[in-house]
C-alpha cells in the first residue's frame, strides 16, 4: 500500500507562483509513477502531467504545458508540482496519484486527499 500526502496549497493572487508536494510512504519510490490532476468545482477531474518511474521523463497536459513542469526529490520521497503564473481558472482542488505502471501511465492506483489552491484575480 502507497500513502500520499499533498501540501503547498493555499490562496494566492493571480499571476503568483506555487509549489505544491505530495510525499509519497509505503512502498519504494524509485518504482513508482507519479501524476498530478485536479478537479474543479463542477468540472470533471483533469489530468496535469505526470512521470514515469524514477522520474526520468515528464509528460503533461497541452492546457498546463510550458506553465506547470514536475519534479522529484528520491532522498525526501518527494513529487513535486510547480505551477506558474497561477489564473483564477486554475482554481481547483489538487491530488498527487502514484501508479507501478511502466512507461505512460493509463491509469493510477494511489492518491492522495487533495489540497486545495485558490486563486484570486
Known amino acids: 500500500q502507497v500513502q500520499l500526502v499533498e501540501s503547498g496549497g493555499g490562496l494566492v493572487q493571480a499571476g503568483d507562483p506555487l509549489k505544491l508536494s505530495c510525499t509519497a510512504s509505503?512502498?519504494?519510490?524509485?518504482?513508482?509513477?507519479m501524476g498530478w490532476f485536479r478537479q474543479a468545482p463542477g468540472k470533471e477531474r483533469e489530468f496535469l502531467g505526470g512521470d514515469n518511474r524514477g522520474g526520468g521523463s515528464t509528460y503533461y497536459a497541452d492546457s498546463v504545458k510550458g506553465r506547470f513542469a514536475i519534479s522529484r526529490d528520491s532522498a525526501k520521497n518527494t513529487v513535486y508540482l510547480h505551477m506558474g503564473y497561477l489564473k483564477p481558472e486554475d482554481t481547483a482542488v489538487y491530488y498527487c496519484a502514484a501508479s507501478r505502471c511502466v512507461g505512460l501511465c493509463t491509469g493510477y492506483e494511489y492518491w492522495g486527499q487533495g489540497t486545495q489552491v485558490t486563486v484570486s484575480s
Open positions: 509505503g512502498r519504494t519510490f524509485s518504482s513508482l509513477a
